[in-house]
């Protein structure tokens, strides 16, 4: 009988370059948003901004190179990438209101997370003979959930700033072109939000609340241009799925 371990799924994938990698996970996060759409609707993209925005704050704990750009690239792009798809398609199809509370909602995921997490932290541990893969454990959450204050605030408040900025600029854009050019709105607001984000992040999670603060070259060339450009090319494979995400609109 065959069977697939999560173990020999990573080294088959591990075999692929960092680009493909990313441009199929990206490709599969926004299948995951047309089909949430299409079974719950407004709720079930509601239901995936806070689990991307979570995803996203783990992943970017780790880094890799991409063949297009020389410096390494803190990862969690695709994730973040794909909430500006998200709230896009709530404003497109549900409007203004509801993409803002996707945006709240996923803010106040991510901090009950951090308490709960923070919470389990707190109990004492066991360790020794059978119990030490209880201590192991503990050990590998502690390093994903014990949160660094200044990622922390810089990632939620970069969030908020992006996401509302981007629906913002989503729904003018539509009163002013009366509903037309939808790959206008979609480029524009996810540029300008994407740009806001890292901008916003980086700004404040290297330099204004870092401890050892990162000199202005290292930190706008790795961490704002580093994952921008990614976001750019991200955002226009991004276009058709908004224009997908009118056929899958529940009657």
Known sequence: MLSISPELLVNWIQQ????MIML???VFCCMMLL???????AVGLMVYAPIAVIAGNIQVLTATKFSFFSHPVALGTVAFSSLFLCSDILTENYGK?????????AFTGMLLLTIMMLVTLSYPTVSGGIYQRFQTAHNAISILFMPAPA???ASLVAYVVAQLNDIWIFAAILR???????WLRTLAST???????????????WIILAPKPLDWQTTFYTYVLGTFFIRVGISVVGVPFIYLSRLCLRK
Do not use: E, H
Request: proline share 2%; glycine share 8%; net charge positive.
């Open 16 to 19: 692929f370059p960092a680009d």
């Open 24 to 26: 199929g996970f990206f």
């Open 35 to 41: 089909i949430l759409m299409r079974v719950f609707g």
């Open 97 to 105: 209101i509801k993409a803002q509370q996707s945006v709240w909602l």
């Open 151 to 153: 990622i922390l605030i």
């Open 176 to 182: 002013l072109t009366s509903g037309k050019l939808l």
């Open 191 to 205: 540029i300008i939000g994407a740009f806001i984000d890292n901008l916003v992040f980086s700004s404040l999670a």
